[in-house]
């Protein structure tokens, strides 16, 4: 079945560093991928999506490329700031399976300053 | 615009008790999911509904029960809670592939 696999965190950077979170997903066929982020005591928001290969997702300065060779979704961003501070999950959607979700685990990001 | 509502937002069980978290959108998706948040385990899915009238299972989906009566509301239901329902739920909603709307959540504690 389709599976998302994201790396662990927590991940600590200083405000201004540059964030990669690396994501990487099985799955059949051709799926949508997605990045979700959500802040303490709040559900999750649609940050960024990518319907098809080499397609690039951008939202707020947050950036991820859909690269079907190596089946991954990187989230980067070249500046963070301290209320980017929040977990980050990549997700995929598949054709005929109604829309569902598949996530990965979540990476929980802490900006200091 | 409220989007996706869920209520109650917060509740506190005993083992063996019944409830029932509401789940109302206003914009007229078709399609929507219940889905429970654990440390550790990203967002799994419980039961989902493509359409007024249907539903069907998820991942996990033993222990609950769900209705889609009205195409805007998604009910799900604990018949007989136990402390492994302790979650944090969430329910979404989409039209397609676009990616989905979530509610704010439902922190359920069952004791």
């Known amino acids: 079945g389709d599976s998302v696999t994201q790396m662990e965190g927590p991940v600590t950077l200083s405000e201004e560093a540059f964030l990669t979170i690396n994501c990487t997903y099985t799955?059949?066929?051709?799926?949508?991928l997605f990045w979700y982020v959500q802040y303490p005591g709040e559900g999750l928001q649609l940050l960024l999506k990518?319907?098809?290969?080499?397609d690039k997702g951008s939202n707020k300065g947050f950036e991820a490329t859909y690269r079907k060779e190596t089946t991954s979704f990187h989230l980067e961003k070249g500046s963070v700031q301290v209320s980017d501070s929040a977990v980050y999950f990549c997700?995929?959607?598949?054709?005929?399976?109604?829309?569902?979700?598949?996530f990965g685990t979540g990476t929980r990001l802490q900006v200091t300053l | 615009n409220a989007g996706v509502t869920q209520t109650p937002k917060f509740r506190v069980l005993k083992t063996g008790q019944s409830m029932t978290l509401l789940c109302a959108q206003d914009?007229?998706?078709?399609?929507m999911y219940w889905y429970r948040q654990d440390p550790g385990m990203g967002l799994r899915l419980i039961h989902y509904?493509?359409?007024?009238?249907?539903?069907a299972k998820g991942e996990v989906p033993d222990g609950y029960n769900v209705s889609r009566l009205k195409k805007q509301n998604f009910l799900l239901g604990l018949e007989s809670a136990a402390p492994s329902q302790t979650s944090v739920y969430f329910c979404?909603?989409?039209?397609?592939?676009?990616?989905?709307?979530f509610g704010q959540g439902t922190r359920l504690t069952v004791v």
């Open positions: 509904s493509v359409g007024e009238g249907t539903t």
């Open positions: 990518a319907t098809k290969a080499d």
């Open positions: 979404a909603s989409t039209t397609n592939r676009a990616g989905a709307f």
């Open positions: 914009m007229n998706h078709e399609y």
């Open positions: 997700a995929l959607s598949n054709t005929g399976t109604a829309s569902k979700l598949t």
């Open positions: 799955a059949t066929g051709y799926p949508s």
